[in-house]
């Protein structure tokens, strides 16, 4: 089982940035699946991006597209959030799941969950 750890969440005002990082202790070697979701009260838990370990391959949401980046240094992975709006704001969580997997913005294509990261976006 791997531990994932997320950090970096905070309060912004709208067109601000945030990166969240997640700390991983395994599956960040080639070709594992790793995402971040994110959960607003009242409301369902949404894919915001995935990729694969170790490569380019990535998949956004269209409501993120064109602001955030998904990237990975080494056993961490980020989430670079920019233009940010008040829409954005909600509980973000880091998400694995190890080889062979394809690039899912579907919570139950992951087998592991960090606690959250809270981000809260002002107007």
């Known amino acids: 089982q791997v531990q994932l750890v997320e950090s970096g969440g905070g309060s912004v005002q709208a067109g601000g940035s945030l990166r969240l990082s997640c700390a991983a202790s395994a599956y960040t070697d080639s070709r594992n699946c790793m995402g971040w979701f994110r959960q607003a009260p009242g409301k369902e838990r949404e894919g915001v991006a995935t990729?694969?370990?170790?490569?380019?391959a990535a998949l956004y949401a269209d409501s993120v597209e064109g602001r955030f980046t998904i990237s990975q240094d080494k056993s961490t992975v980020y989430l670079e959030m920019n233009s940010l709006a008040p829409e954005d704001t909600a509980m973000y969580y880091c998400?694995?799941?190890?080889?062979?997997?394809?690039?899912?913005?579907?919570?139950?294509?992951?087998?592991?969950w960090g606690q959250g990261t809270q981000v809260t976006v002002s107007s």
């Open positions: 998400a694995a799941t190890p080889r062979p997997c394809s690039l899912s913005l579907r919570d139950w294509a992951y087998t592991d």
């Open positions: 990729f694969y370990t170790g490569g380019r």
